[in-house]
């Protein structure tokens, strides 16, 4: 062999790089953090020929019962010195969108998570954050870049703790659920003039089964198997429509349905299209129909009051002839507090210092208007019949969290008896200290 110049031959040699040392440790660290009881059964590498992803684990809801694997995840699994953290939202720089893309185009059908490990060759300085590869967040990148940056919340960081590998399998159940509702769902694009045509011919279907029951003397059960075939393309060009509100020109039901849960006054529509799918093409028994019309009944009435407000279509205007089947004496009852509803001044008020839990909300309809009637739970002491309230509200207050609200007292006369009931002019939620101090506490995050 010719002796040649050594740097040449040397210069094909090669080395291993800064970011492949800190992927390896970042595996190493990994590794370490998600001990789970058989949990969360990991097959991560480094250095290896997979071209796009760093590895699987197969996850185990509940091991002492079965360990049998009920889901898939792929992963990519990065190691990073560059920490940019700004009020409590750390971002990483991806360089390569490879795993954005594999997910995207959906080369696996499993869900992805993207972990990013901080410093993972200093001992005990080690921090991993991980991110769920859904639908909103692919399309929200641009794929004509190189880059891309990932934003990581407290709730997305990971701690060396059984407290918060507990949470976070707790979070992969909801994401493992979450998953394989959305790819049943379809791909293909629509446009805002398709849904508008759907929307409009699902609504004429509608209102003539409404308007024809007392025509053809059809019972109520009959009316609601019209009905319910029609409300699959009703709630679906619905979603759709509030996906491309944002700006999209086309849309698909993956992200629209996605989009809805991100929003409480649009979290309903993504609620009732999991439960029209559910149902799909099973034949019902006698009677179902029209129990599932009178649970549907009120997502028709909010989609007709969002088509109103955001597009100005009038839709489903005779829905309250459909007949619900209210008790006489309830509805004289909750027309009497309607009208006092109305009447009074519902002016935003200073709320009071104490807080409540909801524990219960029922929904009522006089005329075109939807209230509430909420029983609320003082949530500083023992529950008991003693110490809750009746209040009624033309406002969707959250039942997932407690509230301070505002109230004004009024009267109704029902058969001469005068009695006062309460009125709520304002509310926000207001979680119990004690209950941010036992969070902060597994998070090891301070509270005052």
């Known amino acids: 062999m010719l002796e040649q110049r050594r740097e040449i031959v040397e210069k094909h040699i090669k080395t291993h790089s800064m970011r492949s040392v800190e992927d390896c440790d970042a595996v190493t660290v990994l590794n370490s953090f998600l001990r789970s009881d058989g949990k969360i059964n990991k097959k991560f590498s480094c250095n290896?020929?997979?071209?796009?992803?760093?590895?699987?684990?197969?996850?185990?809801?509940?091991?002492?019962?079965?360990?049998?694997?009920?889901?898939?995840?792929?992963?990519?699994?990065?190691?990073?010195?560059?920490?940019?953290?700004?009020?409590?939202?750390?971002?990483?720089?991806?360089?390569?969108?490879?795993?954005?893309?594999?997910?995207?185009?959906?080369?696996?059908?499993?869900?992805?998570?993207?972990?990013?490990?901080?410093?993972?060759?200093?001992?005990?300085?080690?921090?991993?954050?991980?991110?769920?590869?859904?639908?909103?967040?692919?399309?929200?990148?641009?794929?004509?870049?190189?880059?891309?940056?990932?934003?990581f919340s407290s709730d997305e960081?990971?701690?060396?703790?059984?407290?918060?590998?507990?949470?976070?399998?707790?979070?992969?159940?909801?994401?493992?659920?979450?998953?394989?509702?959305?790819?049943?769902?379809?791909?293909?694009?629509?446009?805002?003039?398709?849904?508008e045509k759907i929307i409009m011919a699902r609504d004429e279907q509608i209102t003539e089964s409404i308007d024809r029951m007392d025509i053809l003397n059809a019972t109520r059960d009959d009316v609601s198997k019209r009905i319910l075939t029609q409300l699959n393309d009703l709630c679906t060009a619905t979603l759709l429509l509030n996906a491309m509100a944002s700006g999209l020109e086309k849309a698909n039901l993956q992200l629209a349905w996605e989009r809805s849960l991100l929003n409480i006054e649009t979290k309903y529509l993504g609620t009732f299209l999991k439960g029209l799918r559910y149902i799909d093409s099973r034949i019902l028994d006698e009677g179902q129909s029209e129990r599932l019309m009178l649970k549907y009944y009120n997502f028709l009435w909010?989609?007709?009051?969002?088509?109103?407000?955001?597009?100005?279509?009038?839709?489903?205007?005779?829905?309250?002839?459909?007949?619900?089947?209210?008790?006489?004496?309830?509805?004289?009852?909750?027309?009497?507090?309607?009208?006092?509803?109305?009447?009074?001044?519902?002016?935003?008020?200073?709320?009071?210092?104490?807080?409540?839990?909801?524990?219960?909300?029922?929904?009522?309809?006089?005329?075109?208007?939807?209230?509430?009637?909420?029983?609320?739970?003082?949530?500083?002491?023992?529950?008991?019949?003693?110490?809750?309230?009746?209040?009624?509200?033309?406002?969707?207050?959250?039942?997932?969290?407690?509230?301070?609200?505002?109230?004004v007292d009024t009267t109704i006369n029902l058969w001469d008896i005068t009695s006062k009931i309460k009125v709520i002019t304002n509310w926000k939620v207001s979680i119990e200290p004690r209950c941010l101090k036992k969070l902060g506490k597994i998070l090891k995050v301070q509270t005052n």
């Open 48 to 151: 290896d020929k997979w071209p796009n992803i760093d590895g699987t684990f197969e996850f185990v809801c509940n091991p002492s019962i079965s360990r049998r694997p009920e889901q898939n995840f792929v992963v990519q699994i990065k190691g990073t010195h560059q920490c940019n953290e700004t009020n409590g939202i750390f971002k990483y720089t991806l360089k390569s969108l490879a795993f954005l893309a594999t997910i995207y185009c959906r080369k696996t059908f499993d869900p992805g998570i993207l972990f990013v490990v901080l410093n993972p060759d200093e001992r005990g300085s080690e921090r991993v954050f991980w991110k769920y590869m859904s639908v909103d967040l692919l399309n929200s990148i641009d794929f004509e870049k190189d880059s891309v940056t990932i934003s």
């Open 302 to 407: 909010q989609i007709r009051k969002f088509m109103r407000e955001h597009y100005g279509m009038s839709i489903l205007n005779n829905l309250e002839k459909f007949p619900i089947k209210v008790d006489e004496l309830d509805k004289e009852y909750y027309d009497l507090v309607a009208s006092a509803i109305n009447s009074i001044d519902l002016s935003p008020r200073a709320v009071s210092m104490s807080r409540f839990y909801v524990q219960k909300k029922v929904s009522f309809f006089v005329g075109n208007e939807k209230y509430y009637e909420v029983v609320l739970q003082l949530a500083s002491v023992y529950a008991t019949k003693y110490n809750r309230v009746t209040v009624y509200t033309k406002e969707n207050i959250s039942t997932s969290y407690s509230v301070q609200i505002a109230y």
């Open 157 to 195: 960081e990971i701690l060396d703790t059984d407290e918060s590998i507990d949470v976070f399998c707790k979070t992969l159940e909801t994401i493992m659920n979450h998953h394989a509702f959305v790819i049943k769902l379809g791909e293909n694009d629509y446009s805002k003039k398709d849904m």
